[in-house]
């Protein structure tokens, strides 16, 4: 393949015109204008034709920037963050100021566990992503709910895993490979071997990853124990991820995949941070954790390719997933009393979902007009459920009286079951200059609890959990004009929501030694969001540029634990038992607007004889505003730029590319007063990537990341410092990466 094009056609900035989940064919042949995204529209179209921005990255991209994570993914992806790591690992992803939950995330099409979190020992969180079984990653900014409903807030990540079809077909039947390296930012190893035989009617493909390591490192220099620690706690970390594919096509029309991954991460932690402190008279010796996280997933999909009546392409899948988060916690602790103690904290958070879809497509001219009508159902189904378990032992392994009830759950036993139907058609006039997407969909959502005696044990006084439902209606519109050669204008409006969460509906917890309590709210609303986006863009033979502006609000955000509203006149106070009283309501008017710019140019494409070099420059800004309070958002980041400088040998024998990240500060003005965080200054951070292919065969990839040693704290890790020693959240200081690739 033409070097020239393969840098236009797949860097990982590639701000496109789309919005949606990853069921694309592998396009690695195409030319740049016709590179295909689904994540728009759900159906396969040019980055051209679609009126919205997302980012795309490709296998080749992942293993380029070496990247071992999905914090790495969005390394240099301005607007798009992944925070967390420490005990608990990874958060989910931030779009444009809206994360966790708000932010929908599929792999396959399924959708990722739910975050959830409940007091200091229990943080299940979305990182069941192993990055090296990708073989594509969508990630759409902005309110999507009219194609892919709750949850799609703030935006929709979705990632293809691989199949047969990357590797084998009519004119190649096997496939082995295998990949090893190594990260001196958490001095993590990787072992990885993809397997794949079959041709055009049966084909089958089988990875496996292996990765161990450690802690990440920091810019921090200070160890010993305690919240003033610096240097972070040591941890050992091992993951593992199957996951196999088999297609069988018996005819061109027909196509039928099953699919099985299996993910598992175990991480042992000393949480040295932790040892001296000291609450209520009791002093913590000792704390260490031992956390698991696990997630199966299977999937059958059929897919339908012909003209009939009603439809030429049928898409259906029907899929099943579950997951669980275990985390167990062992602390050795002496009382005011000098008396030595052993407790024990563990608890466990479990997901369930199974769930179908299907989705046709049919083309026709009306008049002047050429339509494609896509339409379809989902339906699904999840099951979650929550318990902890603690314990208190003295010196001579006596158990001694708890001041909570255990064994208790954060909320009852609920399952929630979502139907939703969709259409959309996609409309060219005037020749196909003008591109029109009009969409709609209907989401129903219902919530079922089951409260059992270890819910009622554990919550005493606290009223009966409650079902509840209700339905919501989303629609988006957007177009594309072709202005000229190469200039093309887009904008769009676009809606999304997400249901009222089970956990915030019926939240349970009473803590009559702290004085509180939290109790239901089955009147909760669905958050809602409304965005609007426009954009210019030019495509020529020596690139691409692309700018756009956008504003999204969102109304009806669900605070959690907010002083309950019924006694607002006893300030919190309930009556019936003196406890404070705290509850989820729909709160906060929330403003952000932005302005992005993504360029990549090919020097030699303005003018033969110039060296072969690629520049590329992406930039992120945006505000954020809680309208009741005036406030400005703490979730929205700094201004970050990347600006980027490659070149690739004559033959792609080799290649590098030099990466400059720059992020402007946060300072006090640009922090709600109300949830106050430590202000941070401005850095910039180089990065050297290169790649060099001994054969066709055999593949090194090599990473020298931060070069100047730069100590630095991101905006995204503050929310986590408390009372910690900030120099404990910085990133990593200077380190190398490298993998080696071989086909066998």
Sequence with gaps: MNARILRVRIPLLCTVLATGAAYSDDTTDAPVDETLTVVGTRTERSFDEVAATVSVATAEDIERRLVRNIA????????????????????????????????????????????????????????????????????????????YGSDALGGVVAFTTKGPEDYVGADRRRHVEVKAGHSGADDSLVGAVTAAAGGDRLSGLLHYTERQGHERDNGGDAGGTGPGRERPDPQSIDTANLSTKVTFAPTDAHRLTVGVDSYRNETDTRILSDY????????????????????????????????????????????????????????????????????????????????????????????????FLTYGADYYETDNLSVRHGATFDAGGAPLREFYPYPTRDFPPTKVVQAAALVQDEIA????????????????????????????????????????SDSEVTAKIGAVWAAGRDFSLFARYSEGFRAPPYDDVNVGFTNFLGGYKTISNPDLASERSQGVEAGLRWLGDAGQVRVSVFRNDYDDFIESFAVAPAFGATR??????????????NRAKVRIDGAELSALLDVAGWRTGLPDLTLRASVAWARGE??????????????????????DAPGGRWGTELLWTLVGGKDVSDIDAGMPRMPTAGYGILDLLGHLRFTDRVRLHLGLFNLTDRTYLRWADTTAIGQDAPARFTQPGFHAGVTLRVEL
């Design 276 to 371: 001296g402190v000291s609450a209520f008279g009791t002093t913590v010796d000792r704390r260490d954790a031992r956390d698991a996280r696990d997630r199966n997933r299977w999937s059958f999909a059929y897919r339908f390719t012909g003209a009939t009546p009603v439809a030429d392409s049928v898409r259906m899948v029907v899929y099943g997933q579950q997951s669980e988060t275990e985390q167990a916690t062992l602390e050795a602790r002496t009382t005011r009393s000098r008396a030595p103690q052993t407790r024990t904290r563990d608890s466990r958070y479990e997901q369930e979902i199974r769930g179908a879809y299907v989705q046709l497509g049919k083309s026709f001219d009306l008049g002047a007009s050429r339509h």
């Design 429 to 468: 006039l005037l020749d196909g200059r003008l591109l029109l997407s009009p969409g709609v969909r209907f989401d129903r959502f219902d919530a079922d609890t089951s409260p059992d005696a270890v819910y009622f044990g554990g919550n005493p006084g606290s009223p009966p959990p409650e079902d509840y």
């Design 626 to 647: 809680d309208q009741d309070s005036g406030e400005p958002l703490n979730t929205i980041e700094p201004l970050t730029a990347v600006l980027g400088l490659g070149y």
């Design 72 to 147: 790495d993914l969005v390394r240099f992806e301005p607007g798009v963050t992944v925070a967390g790591g420490g005990r608990f690992g990874l958060d989910g992803f931030t779009i444009r100021g809206i994360g966790g939950n708000r932010v929908l995330t599929l792999v396959d099409g399924v959708r990722v566990p739910d975050e959830f979190s409940f007091g200091p020992f229990l943080s299940s969180r979305r990182d069941f992503v192993d990055v090296d079984s990708l073989s594509r990653a969508e990630i759409a900014r902005g309110p999507i709910s009219a194609l």
């Design 572 to 585: 919190g106070v309930d009556p019936a038992d003196g406890l404070l009283t705290f509850q989820s309501v």
